[in-house]
C-alpha cells in the first residue's frame, strides 16, 4: 500500500501532464505596438482632435485607447475632454482623425518594424507555424503593405471584418476558426491589456509585448529582439489556458 500511493500519484501527474501538454499550431499577432510601432501615430492624431476641441490629451490617456477600435476611442477621448456630440459629428470627427493618421501611416516603410519581428516571422515559417492577423485596426492591410509584410499573414481578422472589440475574444476566435485550429493550441501576441483579456477569454495562450502591466497574460516578453519561438515555448511551458 505505502508503495501504490506514490505509483498512483505518479500516474495522475503523467495523465495530467498528458492532458495539459502544449500543442501550439498557430500563432496570432495583434498588429499595432507589436508588429509595428504605430500608437505614437494613433497618439498623434488623436492628439490633434483634441487639440481641435480645445483640450489636451496625454501618452497615459493613451493607454486607454491601445485595442479598442476607432469609435470606442472617439468616445473615451470626448470623455476626457467632457465633450457630448451628436452621431453625426462623432462620425467626422473620426473620419478626420482617420485622414490625419493615414498621412502618418502612408509614409510608413520596413524601416517601422519592430525589432526581431521577420526573423521570428521567418522562424515559425521555417516550424510550419499558421501565422495570422488579429487587430483592430481598419488600416491593417494597408500598414501591412507599407512595410511589405502582407504576405507573412495567412489570415487577416482586421476592424473590417469584426463587430465587438477587444477584450471582446471575437478577433482571435475568428482567426483561429479560419485556420482551422483549435482555439487551445493558439497563441496571442499583444501589447494592450484589453487584447490579453480578449485572448484568455478566447482560450488562447497570451503573451503581452511591451511594458503594460499585463497581470493575465501567460507571459511578457519586452520585444522580440531577444527571443525566438523555442524561447516563448520555455516560457509557456508549465502555465495553463
Ligand atoms: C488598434 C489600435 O489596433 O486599432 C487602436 O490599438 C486603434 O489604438 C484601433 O484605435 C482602430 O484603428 P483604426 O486604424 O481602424 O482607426
Ligand atoms: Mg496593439
Redo the contacts with the bound molecule.
Sequence with gaps: MQLFIPILCTLYMNLFFYLYRMNIQACIF?????IVDT?KYHYRAWRKLANSLGFDFTETDNEQL??VSRMESLDIILNIGKKTLDESKKQTLANQKNDWYLEYITMMTPNEILPGIVSFLDELKTQNMRIALGSASKNAVLTLEKVKLLDRFEIIIDGTKTTRSKPDPQVFLMGAADLGIAPKNCIVF???TK?IEAAREAGMYAIGVGASNFTQAHAVIPSFEKINFDGIKALLKGTMI
Design positions: 495583434d498588429l499595432d505596438g507589436v500608437a491601445k485595442g499583444e501589447d494592450a487584447g
